[in-house]
């Protein structure tokens, strides 16, 4: 298996504008999480989904942002618009029965930054 | 590769007493993050202290303190005045721009 495969790897974008990273999990797994990484605030959940299913998006910081996971092989982190503060990398794991964030697998992540 | 080691699957302490978590790194980069999470049942991570690589000064955080030996590539985690809500997993994380690595984790039990 590949892992878990995010793209892109880099997005540029301009204030305002919609961005939407993608995300294809590890075959099998049944968790997906959506992650925030930024040097301030270190690693913050945004959403998981259990089988398709998102089961808590409380971390997700504001209506801009939304997440989709259509079917077992693919997730979508959409932000409209995006805005500065947005700038971070996004990354996306997997797992197959665990919410341990070591148990994890996570992609390369998606370094967005918003101009 | 980077990695991170938390040689200590489990630890108690009594409640009101402090506790020490360790934590040891491996990486050939110069500029990175240190962070300690609190990860409770609920799996959030909650972020108990940071560290920038860059900085000799050892972050404090209220009842959370870490000292950091950069040559010896330690970052351990000193929490004072233990409390009964300090009982969680706590994971040492490294961070550069493009990557993220934890421990496995220390379980930490405090006693009434």
């Known amino acids: 298996d590949a892992g878990v495969i995010q793209s892109p790897r880099h997005e540029v974008t301009e204030m305002g504008q919609e961005v939407t990273l993608r995300c294809k999990p590890i075959?099998?797994?049944?968790?997906l999480f959506w992650y925030r990484q930024t040097m301030m605030r270190g690693l913050e959940l945004l959403i998981y989904?259990?089988?398709?299913?998102?089961?808590?998006d409380s971390g997700m910081p504001e209506d801009r942002f939304s997440a989709k996971m259509p079917n077992a092989s693919f997730s979508t982190l959409k932000i409209q618009p995006s805005e500065p503060r947005d700038s971070a990398v996004y990354f996306c794991?997997?797992?197959?029965?665990?919410?341990?964030?070591?148990?994890?697998?996570f992609g390369q992540g998606t370094r967005l930054t918003v101009v | 590769a980077q990695t991170v080691t938390q040689s200590q699957p489990e630890m108690s302490v009594q409640e009101a007493e402090t506790v020490t978590l360790s934590c040891t790194y491996d990486t050939s980069e110069n500029n990175y993050y240190l962070f300690w999470y609190k990860q409770p049942p609920s799996r959030q991570m909650i972020l108990v202290i940071r560290q920038e690589a860059y900085k000799q000064q050892n972050a404090t955080e209220n009842r959370f303190s870490v000292n950091f030996q950069k040559a010896a590539k330690s970052f351990s985690l000193k929490i004072s005045d233990s409390q009964l809500g300090d009982t969680a997993m706590y994971f040492c994380a490294f961070m550069t721009l493009n990557d993220m690595r934890f421990g496995a984790g220390t379980r930490l039990t405090v006693k009434p």
């Open positions: 075959s099998g797994h049944d968790y």
């Open positions: 794991a997997s797992s197959r029965d665990s919410l341990k964030v070591t148990e994890a697998f």
């Open positions: 989904f259990n089988n398709n299913v998102p089961i808590d």
